[in-house]
């Protein structure tokens, strides 16, 4: 009988991990090898256990009543895109909390010590900066 392992990367390997599978590239394809990695490899099994891991540990949204738009956000903040934000780059759930937040916003300037958040960012749009001090 197979034995199913579970590979976890250690935080102090993540950046050398990540850097390593991002040098790849595919002809004809933007995205670069840890992109492909992520979203073979982790996006569908995010999308089908998130919801329930919602719902099982209690995690609240950023809460703005439906009728009301916060003058910072240019468009609603929902969970679909933080799990897509983790399934797409292999970024914590905190972490893509505020990267979706921060794309759905006016705001242009991020400013994180993070690396794998300014990678990211750097890969979901142009019109943004992330600032690494």
């Known amino acids: 009988m197979e034995e199913k392992k579970i590979y ?7 950046d050398r991990v ?15 090898g840890w992109q492909i990695f992520c979203e073979d490899y982790l996006k569908g099994k995010i999308e089908k256990i998130w919801d329930k891991a919602v719902d099982e540990l209690g995690i609240n949204f ?46 242009s300037l991020l400013i994180t010590a993070d690396e794998q958040m300014a990678y990211t960012v750097g890969k979901m749009t142009k019109d943004k900066f992330v600032l690494i001090p």
């Not at 976890?8 to 993540?14: P, Y």
């Not at 850097?19 to 590239?25: E, M």
């Not at 956000?73 to 679909?80: A, D, H, I, Q, Y």
């Open 18 to 32: 990540i850097k390593l599978f991002s040098g790849f590239k595919k002809d004809g394809d933007d995205r670069d």
């Open 62 to 107: 950023i809460a703005i009543r439906d009728s009301e738009i916060h003058p910072l956000l240019t468009e609603k903040v929902s969970w679909n895109g933080v799990y897509e934000i983790m399934g797409s780059f292999g970024i914590g759930s905190f972490d893509a909390m505020i990267i979706n937040l921060f794309l759905k916003s006016c705001l």
């Open 8 to 14: 976890k990367i250690a935080d102090d390997e993540k």
